[in-house]
C-alpha cells in the first residue's frame, strides 16, 4: 500500500503523537477512522452498484483482459487487416515499464533510442 513498510507506519505514528499530543490524537484518531470507513464504503457501493447494472455478467468479466497495460495498436491494426486469422506471436513486455521510462533509461544508459519502422 503505497511502499509503506511497517517501520514507515510506526514512524508517522510517533511523529503524529509529538505533533499532535496526547490530549488531540484520540480525536484525530477517530476521524481517519471515520475517513477510511466513509472511503471503503464509497468503493462497496460503486462495486454494488455496477454490479447490479451489470446483473450476473458482472461475475463472468475477465478483468485482467481490460487492462490497458495490454493495449497494444499495432497488433489489433495487424489482425484487423490480415484475413486468415493465425495468431500472431506478441513478444511479452517481461518488465512492464512504459515507453517513456524505457526511453529515459536508454537515455541514462547513452545509448540510442529503438527506432520504430511502423511508426508515422
Known sequence: ??????EKL???AVI???????????????QLARLV????NLADGAKDRMREEMGPDFD???????????YDP?????????????????KPT????????RRQRLLRESRPA???SEAT
Open 74 to 90: 499495432r497488433r489489433i491494426i495487424r489482425e484487423a487487416l490480415v484475413d486468415d486469422p493465425a495468431p500472431v506471436p506478441v
Open 94 to 101: 517481461s518488465t512492464g515499464e512504459s515507453a517513456y521510462a
Open 10 to 12: 510506526l514512524l508517522i
Open 37 to 40: 470507513r466513509s472511503l471503503k
Open 1 to 6: 500500500m503505497f511502499g509503506l513498510t511497517f
Open 114 to 116: 529503438p527506432f520504430d
Open 16 to 30: 503524529a503523537v509529538f505533533l499532535l499530543g496526547p490530549d488531540r490524537l484520540p480525536h484525530y484518531a477517530a
Open 60 to 70: 463472468e468479466v475477465d478483468w485482467k483482459k481490460l487492462d490497458p497495460r495490454q
